[in-house]
Every structure is written in C-alpha cells, then in structure tokens.
C-alpha cells in the first residue's frame, strides 16, 4: 500500500472513480449525490499536488483531494490552521477496507503543523456520520450553508454535516 499525489495520466481514473462512486451513492442515498466535477478544477488539484490516491498492487484502491482553505463550507477557515478532505472515492474492488481510517492516519502526519483535519459532507447520513465518528472525527453538527453559489452543485440547497479532528 502506497499513497502518493495523482498524476495527470490518473485523470481518466478519477473520473471514472467519481463516476462509480456516484451511481453508488444513487443506490444508498438517493436524496443527495455528487455531480460530474470539472475537469479544470481536478486539473487544478493534480497540479497543485492536492490530488491523492492510494495504490494497491499497482490499481488506486482510493482517491481523495484536500484544500488548505474552505470559508464557503467553513466560516470560521482563517486560511491557515487546517486540511479540509474533499471528495473520497473508493474503487469497488477495495470496497469496504475502512480507507478513511488509513487517509486519517496519513493526514495526520501531512498535516502535523496544523490544527484541524476537517471534512464535511451532504445530507443527513446517519451511517456515514457514524464512519466518520469511528475513524477518529468528532461530529460537530449539521447546517444549511449560507451561500453555496460557488460550491458544486451537491451542496445547493442540501444539510452539510461538519467533521473535525483536533491536532496536537
């Protein structure tokens, strides 16, 4: 098991990645799923090395993308003092391998001058929230977002649930 930053040829498979993820999430929770993402903006996160998967035998059994700055989900982001985990797709053929825990456990290290691993995610997923509980995040509440006209469109409209992990 390895995890290093995607690269410009991974593309084709994080999107095919999302894709799956999305017809899954239709099946589990049909009142909120993703929608396709832009190709510029996971260009932008390959390149700026914010693009992350986990190898397994040389497939991606995981992918995830980060931000250093989140103040549309996070009104409190002061820019500086936290990771925020976007995005976390798992291939179906490593289904079911508890890989937050793994991603926990590495942006722990990744982010050890930092304050908060933060996460968020839609709708009201009592099992999902629960995962996250049990890989180490703290549950800190479900909201509305203000304005999400910048956001994609998964989060118009939709309950934003807050997960946090305190450093240090």
Not at 90 to 96: I, L
Not at 146 to 158: I, V
């Amino acid at each position: 098991m390895q995890i290093t930053n995607s690269t410009e040829k991974d593309i084709p498979e994080i999107f095919r990645l999302y894709s799956l993820a999305t017809a899954f999430q239709k099946i589990k929770f049909p009142e909120n799923q993703w929608p396709e993402f832009d190709k510029a903006l996971i260009n932008k996160e390959v390149v700026e090395n914010r693009q992350f998967k986990l190898m397994i035998d040389n497939e991606i059994a995981c992918i995830w993308a980060i931000t250093y700055s989140d103040p549309e989900i996070w009104s409190d982001d002061d820019g500086a003092s936290s990771i925020y985990i976007h995005r976390i797709a798992t291939n179906p053929n490593f289904r079911g391998n508890n890989y937050v825990k793994i991603i926990v456990d590495w942006a722990k290290k990744f982010a050890r001058d930092k304050k908060y691993i933060r996460l968020d995610t839609c709708g009201e997923n009592q099992k999902l929230i629960q995962h996250y509980q049990n890989c180490g995040f703290e549950f800190l509440g479900i909201k509305k977002l203000e304005d999400a006209t910048d956001l994609p469109a998964h989060y118009h409209h939709a309950d934003v649930c807050y997960f946090e992990i305190k450093l240090n």
